[in-house]
């Protein structure tokens, strides 16, 4: 456990990056398989649950520290943090006292029965790890107890040092790393071992990301070298079938077969040896829902009823595996046949009457193929770019035919459509405080509705610091209400705001929801007066 | 109490004797129990303090200074008042004032640690009726790990930058935190180099006979060096740090007891805290407190609200005695930029 408390330490006390990896790399040549591996957990963020609740936990905690109530309290007020404070309270074990065991078996051994043991077993466990652990492993420990320990390093660090130390490339290694970690020796001998097999049971790919900005026009050569799809606004997802077991990830590692047994049922169709990769969208009578009904699907596995009101689709758009082989490398025109042909393999005839999206080809219910706008020059994509927002669509994305599906981020680009501008007036203020004196503040910005106003979307202000600053202290001498951090001003400064795109939604007040609000002017010379009505803003809701 | 010892406006004042302890105030004559510079300020007519902290207080009140210096040990009389000093463990020749009239005893410790520390003469209990105790760290919170512990992984930290490629810089207080922490340093490691201002106090340490290990001086250093080796002990603050532009990469640390609590451990740019204090920890707070039998504890600087609650509830007479004392190291405030577990900081919780 000892080795573990310093590297918790160590990580906290880094500050960069190259830093952290190195304590990481000599962390694991000295760790045991076992305890390797519950690191590579935690720094993955599979946090330990809790074992014990945090009231149960302080009443232990009085009772051994055996001090006045008020005195604990203090000493919690000065630490601010209750696992911290029992770790130093505590007095140091003797010498010999020490344990000398490792991470897992505190873990494997002690705090994983936890929950199954009543008061008396419990403090008695506790009891007996304070008396042997010193304050550094204490507070790890407890931590570990707790359910709130968290190392200060992420993937990337722990990727760089597992490559260092194991020869696998880092491309490898995040693979390996992608998906549900079991934290035993095993997993983290296979994890370090070159060429072995066992992790492609339900792993995804890394996903791949367009770049935001478009490059010049003219470095893009002919578009007959590009295909250009919509650029779907639902979550990215991998369905992926092998050995006979079909998974749903999202990126960000987010497994959500629960959510979607629509999808699971699609991937049980699959041949083995399969991923497609593609975006599940929210989807009613052939056209894309808001994200926010999505959303809604995204929190439980649901029940009949709400695979009936909120249905979903899967849009295909990329097949990195085919039968057991790895087709990443390929070019994209050719992934695009194959990925075609399985989709022959699914077609359901008979549809059900209703246009779909242009952008789609209907291939069952819950599938559909994401399909080439067919532009025959850039200012034909240009122009599509321009209906992206009456088709319910983010813009278009481009992917070079020849590529292969990895990290060139050139070779895909979204063009988004032009952002959406509305005037609006400052309602709210919530000071969110700033680094490095700046003042960090997020506004609530609303219309009027008849007489009243209703506030329609919290944002930042990319404005000038000088701007900020008169804007900030109009509030401070204009304040008619605190409440908390945040303050009701009183309605007379009019400003610019810019939002990507606007859909109904029911949990505002306006009956809207924006996505992307920033405020990108200040017009100090209008007043709420010459802001316009809440009506502007819900004719431009997609029909 | 009132008869013996009282708090006035220029601060701690013997009336029988004429005399103050540590004053604040521009006085006649103060006693003075080490040289951090809350309690010996320049401007007295005439000071008294340890003979082995004669040679550090002139640097902070004046070469030429009226200092009359005792023995530890040695007592002297003061208009009719029995005055000695005994040793307090903070820093070179810090002393308690130990104050005697018509039988009874009042002890003002000053600062005091009773840790090992081969810097300076080890603390001594001794027994009074009225013990004026600082508590600075006087929370159960603080309990120091033993100083072995700390040097070795100062060294081990050393050791490692070494190995990267990095500078050490070590930074503590001037006087006393840093000469204390070269007599931990292991000279084998590499070289090692005192930031400007802290030459003179060490000096003064060598002068009276403290055996630290040899350093060199930042501003002697010759262009072309290899500063990767070398550890640097500096003091805290300086914005604009004479090595900037000298020395490539460095891992600095920062020493101090409030480096015990993550949320107080960095202090400014320092990458990392070490726990070394000179100052009593809660635990030996408490026995030096029994062992002077006292039946009146004042409690000065610090937490003084807590250890005087504490001590009430543990059957003393204890109150708290304001003074203009504070820690040399003022506790840092908090960073916030350091992201707390919102469940950590005690907030609702279901269960």
Redesign the interface.
């Known amino acids: 456990m000892k080795a573990f408390a310093d590297l918790y330490t160590e990580l906290e006390e880094a500050t960069h990056g190259e830093d952290k990896v190195s304590i990481l790399f000599r962390y694991f040549t000295q760790a045991p398989d076992e305890d390797a591996s519950w690191v590579v957990a935690l720094i993955k963020g599979d946090r330990l649950k809790r074992s014990m609740s945090r009231s149960t936990f302080l009443d232990i905690a009085r009772t051994v520290a055996s001090l006045p109530d008020w005195l604990f309290e203090a000493s919690l007020d000065a630490v601010m943090d209750q696992s911290e404070t029992v770790a130093l309270i505590l007095p140091e074990p003797n010498f010999a006292e020490e344990s000398t065991q490792s991470l897992a078996w505190w873990i494997e051994n002690r705090i994983k029965h936890l929950p199954h043991l009543d008061a008396p077993q419990k403090e008695q466990v506790l009891r007996e790890a304070w008396a042997m652990l010193p304050s550094s492993q204490r507070l790890v420990f407890n931590k570990l107890v707790r359910g709130t320990i968290r190392l200060r390093a992420d993937a990337k660090h722990l990727i760089s040092a597992l490559s260092m130390l194991s020869g696998v490339s880092t491309t490898e290694l995040t693979h390996r790393l992608s998906g549900a970690w079991i934290p035993e020796p095993n997993s983290y001998q296979a994890l370090i071992t070159p060429e072995s097999n066992d992790f492609l049971t339900s792993r995804p790919y890394p996903f791949r990301y367009p770049s935001e900005r478009a490059s010049d026009r003219k470095d893009l050569g002919l578009v007959a070298k590009w295909r250009v799809e919509w650029k779907w606004n639902g979550k990215r997802a991998q369905i992926i079938r092998r050995s006979g077991k079909s998974t749903v990830w999202l990126k960000g590692e987010q497994l959500v077969q629960d959510q979607f047994p629509e999808l699971i049922e699609l991937g049980d169709l699959l041949p083995n040896g399969c991923v497609i990769d593609g975006e599940i969208l929210a989807w009613k009578e052939g056209q894309p829902e808001s994200t926010t009904t999505l959303d809604k699907r995204l929190t439980r596995a649901p029940k009949p009823k709400d695979r009936k009101e909120l249905p979903i689709t899967f849009v295909a758009f990329d097949l990195l595996e085919l039968n057991g082989i790895d087709l990443r490398e390929r070019p994209l025109v050719e992934r695009l046949s194959q990925l075609q042909k399985v989709m022959d393999g699914l077609q359901q005839l008979g549809a059900d009457g209703i246009p779909s999206h242009p952008g789609v080809m209907d291939i069952r219910p819950n599938l559909h193929l994401s399909i080439s706008i067919g532009a025959e020059s850039w200012s034909e994509v240009s122009g599509a770019v321009q209906r992206a927002r009456d088709l319910r669509v983010e813009g278009v994305i481009i992917k070079r035919l020849e590529s292969a599906y990895d990290e060139d981020m050139s070779d895909w680009q979204k063009w988004l459509c032009e952002p959406l501008q509305i005037d609006v007036v400052l309602m709210y203020v919530e000071w969110v405080g700033g680094r490095n004196g700046t003042e960090e503040c997020h506004y609530t910005v609303g219309l009027w509705k008849g007489r009243v106003l209703v506030p329609i979307a919290k944002a930042r202000a990319n404005l000038s610091n000088s701007e900020i600053h008169a804007i900030n202290a109009f509030v401070r001498e204009n304040t008619l209400e605190k409440f908390g951090p945040v303050r009701t001003v009183k309605p007379e400064i009019v400003m610019r705001l810019e939002f990507d795109a606007i859909q109904a939604s029911t949990r505002t007040k306006s009956g809207l929801s924006l996505k992307g609000p920033r405020i990108i002017k200040w017009h100090s010379n209008l007043t709420s007066g010459d802001v316009p009505d809440l009506d502007v803003l819900v004719n431009l809701l997609p029909s | 109490m009132e008869e013996l010892l009282k708090i006035t406006k220029s601060g701690l004042y013997c009336p029988h004797g004429d005399f103050y302890i540590d004053p604040w105030g521009k006085v006649d004559r103060a006693i003075v129990t080490h040289a951090h510079s809350d309690h010996a300020r320049p401007g007295m007519k005439r000071y008294l303090c340890s003979d082995e902290s004669e040679r550090v207080l002139r640097l902070r009140v004046g070469q030429n200074a009226p200092i009359d210096t005792l023995p530890f040990g040695q007592q002297i009389d003061i208009n009719g008042v029995k005055v000695s000093l005994h040793p307090a463990g903070h820093i070179i020749g810090s002393a308690q004032v130990r104050v005697e009239y018509q039988g009874k005893v009042a002890v003002v410790s000053g600062d005091y640690k009773t840790q090992p520390d081969r810097t300076c003469t080890p603390f001594e209990p001794i027994r009074c009726h009225t013990f004026i105790t600082e508590s600075t760290f006087g929370?159960?919170?603080?309990?120091w790990?033993l100083e072995s512990e700390i040097f070795s992984q100062i060294n081990r930290w050393w050791r490692q930058n070494q190995e990267?490629g990095k500078t050490s810089i070590l930074m503590g207080y001037s006087l006393g935190k840093t000469q204390r922490a070269l007599s931990g340093l292991d000279p084998s490691i590499g070289p090692i180099i005192q930031h400007d201002a802290i030459v003179p106090y060490t000096d003064a340490y060598r002068m009276g006979g403290v055996d630290l290990p040899d350093t060199l001086r930042f501003s002697d250093i010759p262009t072309r060096f290899d500063w990767r080796q070398a550890m640097i002990i500096a003091t805290p603050g300086s914005n604009a740090p004479p090595w900037a532009g000298k020395v490539q990469a460095v891992s600095s640390a920062f020493m101090s007891g409030w480096t015990?609590?993550?949320?107080t451990?960095k202090r400014g740019s320092a990458?990392?805290?070490f726990i070394l204090s000179d100052h009593v920890d809660w635990?030996s707070l408490l026995d030096a407190i029994a062992e002077t039998r006292a039946e009146e504890i004042l409690v000065t600087h610090g937490?003084t609200r807590?250890v005087v609650?504490?001590l009430l509830?543990q059957g003393l007479d204890a109150r708290e005695l304001p003074t203009h004392w504070s820690d040399e190291e003022p506790k840092p405030v908090?960073s916030?930029?350091e992201p707390?577990?919102s469940?950590?900081?005690?907030g609702p919780?279901s269960?």
């Open positions: 929370l159960p919170i603080y309990q790990p990267v015990a609590v993550r949320r451990k990458d990392k805290g635990p937490y807590e609650r504490y509830e908090a916030e930029s707390a577990d469940e950590e900081m005690g919780e269960v």
